[in-house]
């Protein structure tokens, strides 16, 4: 199995994303950048430099439901008609529309004011302009087997960046297409969303990133090719620089909660003062994460309150 890393310029703070192609039948792009025409010439050159153009692509494997990763894959379906393959969990986040519905009133029980939603919606909205929506995808489960002429991938689900955040594993070498789940240099944001399954619950993001990372350590990975920056070689040390940096995070976003207790936005305030535009949705999505944690470890009280959830310290 032959992989090649394609190195894509987004208009992200974020920086460049990787692509990879599986240079083996049928041709495969695992995640396809964001839609943006700097994006665009790049990974049309990318593949050009290894003798391939987008009609030559049968495949698009999606990561996970953010607009860096999956932003042009509608486009080089249209050019190819490839399939394009993404978790079911993280299907309904690349349609057409998207239903707030859900998201505001996890927002609102947040401790976030109405005219702050609207604001956060319409960041949304134009973050989800970064990405050709799909209309004609085919959804992947935990342990799919993904087949190519010679070898095969299988799908990990490693939840917590998003629901159907997923990682591939190449059997033969423990190989891990690892996308934001594991980034060399950056700790992955656990982003605020609907629990999939039951759509008024949270989903419990920092919890279950924690039991992906360990999932992923149970495989032993030789190494791990992420979505932004260079590979991880040395997994477990890594592993446990995650979790002591959760545990810092952890004490941090403690000492901030008062006696009478703090809403989840009330502490992203004191948690990320600077932070602005869509960075705020990120900071409330981190606190939230660590506050729901806190709460899963017994460290911390919720209580509610007029639609309001409040995190308390016993």
């Known amino acids: 199995m032959k992989v090649h890393r394609i190195i894509v310029p987004t208009p992200f703070y974020v920086g460049p994303v990787n692509v990879y192609l599986i240079e083996e039948e049928p041709l495969t792009l695992i995640d396809a950048a964001p839609r943006d025409e700097a994006s665009l010439a790049a990974l049309r050159a990318g593949l050009q430099q290894l003798g391939y153009k987008f009609s030559d692509v049968r495949r698009v494997i999606v990561s996970h439901a953010h607009a860096d990763h999956y932003g042009l894959a509608q486009r080089i379906q249209e050019e190819s008609k490839a399939t394009v393959m993404i978790h079911e969990w993280d299907a309904p986040a690349v349609a057409q529309t998207t239903d707030y519905r859900a998201y505001r009133e996890l927002l609102a029980a947040a401790g976030v004011q109405r005219q702050m939603i609207a604001r956060m919606e319409a960041g949304y909205e134009k973050f989800k302009g970064f990405a050709y929506p799909l209309t004609d995808v085919e959804t992947l489960k935990d342990e799919d087997e993904i087949l190519f002429e010679k070898e095969s991938l299988t799908v990990v689900h490693t939840p917590g960046h998003t629901p159907g955040s997923i990682c591939l594993l190449r059997t033969s070498n423990r190989m891990v297409f690892s996308s934001d789940t594991v980034l060399k240099n950056i700790t992955p944001n656990p982003v605020l969303s609907p629990d999939p399954i039951d759509e008024k619950r949270r989903f419990q993001s920092l919890g279950e990133y924690l039991v992906s990372l360990a999932r992923l350590r149970a495989l032993a990975p030789t190494v791990l090719k992420g979505g932004h920056g260079d590979e991880v ?50 900071a409330l999505s981190e606190t939230v994460a660590h506050l729901d944690y806190a709460v899963a470890e017994n460290r911390l009280r919720l209580t509610h309150k007029d639609g309001q959830d409040l995190y308390h310290r016993d």
Not at 247 to 254: G, H, N, S
Not at 257 to 279: C, I, N, Q
């Open 233 to 282: 070689s040395d997994y477990d040390e890594h592993f446990h620089r995650l979790y002591r940096f959760t545990e810092a995070r952890q004490t941090k976003v403690l000492a901030l909660v008062p006696p009478r207790g703090t809403t989840a936005w009330e502490a992203s305030l004191k948690l990320f003062p600077d932070a602005g535009g869509y960075h705020r949705f990120l």
